[in-house]
């Protein structure tokens, strides 16, 4: 699982969640370009990704790109 998120308040529950649960999680900074964003996920084979509602068309545009063939699941932890 990776997230792609500023420092919020989410970011920090959702990281105690996957620790709890055992999973690894990969986070990102919200200030990479699409280049380097697929190349982590592909590299991770993250198939879930929490992320604030602003980065989520720069998602998306990879999606249809078919840049990121690994991700299946968008947590979307605010809307904006």
């Not at 999973?23 to 697929?38: E, M």
């Not at 980065?55 to 991700?71: A, G, H």
């Amino acid at each position: 699982m990776s997230i792609l998120s500023h420092n919020v308040e989410n970011w920090y529950i959702i990281d105690l969640a996957i620790m709890l649960y055992g999973y690894t999680l990969a986070p990102l900074y919200a200030t990479l370009g699409p280049k380097t964003l697929a190349y982590v996920l592909n590299n991770t084979c993250s198939e879930t990704l929490a992320l604030t509602g602003n980065k989520v068309q720069k998602i998306i545009d990879l999606k249809s790109e078919d840049k990121v063939p690994y991700l299946k699941n968008l947590i979307i932890m605010d809307i904006g």
